[in-house]
């Protein structure tokens, strides 16, 4: 007898139905929702970081804008280009995991991961680096002296900070997507399963969308002369 099709509608359609929901459809939007619920959970982290930089901006302008002219534009927009690209292969491999090709599944995967690598291997060799050379890093080696010295310390704790954090939210996802390479490459990921490819997707774009914010708030507000 001919193995019936799977299909959202049918509670017995495949073996990628957990036993606890009643059909694919089900399993699906409970996915969806419980990584929307996470990323609130971000939201909320991230705009507790926004909003103290925002406060303390406005109070220490000159410092905060001296601070910003230390950054460096370009490798800052470089890595923005990066992560522009990186989600378009993510979106791209989550397509593919829906519609069962494994082989492109696998290898957008893995170009989203040299793109997030690049990006992390950029920030610390290009820019972190460089700036501890240059003595801007608080707490470590920060020697720079000015009349905005202090404030401009406290403009670098909140860069450290908050692109730290970021970079880290950047090597998760970078551990998530390995694993989910093994389990393309065994073909685990098609029609009926392809929530955890979305919902890596979900994740990434969400880091990448932090970035978006980042850039221009760290490098650009304030103007450059």
């Known amino acids: 007898m001919a193995r019936r099709r799977p ?37 909320m982290f991230f705009g507790g970081l926004f909003a103290g930089y925002t406060i303390y901006r406005n109070m220490y302008t000159a410092g905060f804008v001296a601070g910003s002219h230390e950054l460096n534009v370009t490798i800052g927009a470089i890595n923005t280009a990066v992560l522009i690209c990186s989600s378009l292969t993510m979106a791209l491999a989550v397509r593919a995991a829906q519609l069962g090709k494994r082989i492109p599944l696998v290898t957008l995967l893995i170009a989203t991961i040299l793109l997030g690598l690049a990006f992390v291997i950029i920030k610390l060799t290009l820019e972190w680096r460089h700036d501890y050379l240059e003595g801007l890093v608080p707490g470590l080696n920060f020697t720079f002296a000015g009349p905005n010295a202090r404030s401009m310390e406290l403009f670098f704790c909140f860069y450290f900070v908050m692109t730290g954090v970021h970079a880290l939210h950047m090597v998760v996802g970078v551990g998530v997507l ?15 399963r392809f929530n955890f490819v979305e919902g890596a997707g979900l994740y990434w774009h969400f880091v990448d969308i932090i970035w978006i914010f980042l850039f221009p708030l760290l490098y650009l507000i304030g103007g450059r002369y």
């Open 7 to 43: 299909t959202l509608a049918d509670p017995h359609a495949s073996s990628a139905l957990a036993h606890q929901f009643e059909d694919l459809g089900q399993q699906h939007e409970s996915a969806s929702l419980g990584m929307w619920i996470f990323l609130a959970t971000e939201v």
């Open 178 to 192: 390995f694993w989910l390479v093994v389990q393309a490459w065994k073909g685990r990921f098609g029609p009926e």
